[in-house]
């Protein structure tokens, strides 16, 4: 199994949120930074990505769900 | 009392904020929108209330709250749509608004958060110039510290900021079910990581849009 493709703390993923391709940081709860592409792994959609790999499509739902594919995820890869 | 003339000054022009209609309602075109003052109003409420047992040093939530909007007085009441409404994109699709704006490379999403806090930084220096030096110095560092989250009230503050948002976006949204608010609730989807908040947005969910629910 290959971990480094594992959504985890610290990962850089490449999304497509309701099909717009996006970057996101997921980062420890408590940071701020939504606007800047950070997301606490204590969020919604940063529980929902957690443990997700490179492919995986998750939804988050509510009246309003959103669908993240996974792209690509990078862990301290260059 | 010269200080005083200041303080005159001053709140005449904190004062402003009961006037500046909110630019996310003006663009979605909701008839009659909140002001930044109105919005500041519910948000220093919420914070006070959805902020109890969290060990936060309350009258600084409370300021913070405060001051959070007051350099819109200068520098306006920016939106994460505000390119695409420049571009007039939302006159051809309205449904822009249902979708969060910003998805880009990390780095424009830094140039971009940098010069909406550098342009609202100058406009907190502009209308507090009037104040005795101590106070203005509060003031500035205590948006600072919210704009960058460096304290828990902070980090707090500005979820609740976003939490009053959807709450407002789900009252517009039930007056005029043709007004598109699924912005909101991707981005506090992606923001709000306070338990407390967390699950308070999921019974704004219910409240408002759950079919057992005459409201909705």
């Given at each position: 199994m290959d971990d480094d493709r594992i959504i985890k703390i610290g990962s850089q993923v490449v999304v497509e949120a309701n099909g717009a391709r996006d970057e996101i940081v997921l980062v420890a709860p408590?940071?701020?930074?939504q606007e800047r592409g950070y997301i606490s792994a204590a969020t919604k959609v940063g529980r929902a990505l957690l443990g997700h790999r490179e492919g995986d499509t998750i939804t988050v739902s509510s009246s309003f769900p959103v669908v993240y594919k996974i792209v690509e995820v990078r862990n301290g890869r260059k | 009392m010269a200080e005083n003339k200041g303080l005159v000054e001053f709140f005449l022009q904190a004062g402003r904020l009961k006037e500046i209609k909110r630019s996310g309602w003006v663009n979605r075109g909701v008839k009659n929108p909140e002001s930044i003052a109105d919005h500041t109003f519910r948000m220093a409420l919420m914070a006070w209330v959805m902020g109890r047992?969290?060990?936060?040093d309350m009258l600084r939530l409370l300021k913070m709250a405060l001051v959070h909007?007051?350099?819109?007085?200068?520098?306006?009441?920016?939106?994460?749509h505000d390119k695409q409404i420049e571009r007039g994109e939302h006159l051809k699709d309205?449904?822009?608004?249902?979708?969060?704006?910003?998805?880009?490379?990390q780095e424009e999403k830094e140039e971009l958060a940098n010069s909406k806090r550098s342009r609202e930084g100058k406009a907190l220096e502009q209308i507090s110039q009037q104040l005795p030096e101590d106070l203005a110095q509060e003031m500035r560092g205590l948006w600072y510290e919210y704009e960058n989250g460096l304290s828990l009230e902070g980090v707090f503050l500005r979820q609740v900021d976003r939490v009053e948002n959807v709450l407002q976006a789900c009252e517009y949204g039930q007056a005029d079910?043709?007004?598109?608010?699924g912005s909101f609730w991707e981005q506090i989807k992606e923001l709000a990581d306070d338990p407390d908040l967390v699950e308070f947005v999921d019974e704004m969910d219910r409240y408002f849009y759950s079919k057992s629910n005459p409201k909705s």
């Open positions: 408590g940071t701020l930074g | 047992g969290k060990g936060l909007d007051l350099c819109e007085v200068y520098a306006g009441d920016a939106t994460p309205e449904t822009i608004f249902d979708r969060w704006p910003l998805r880009m490379p079910p043709n007004l598109h608010m």
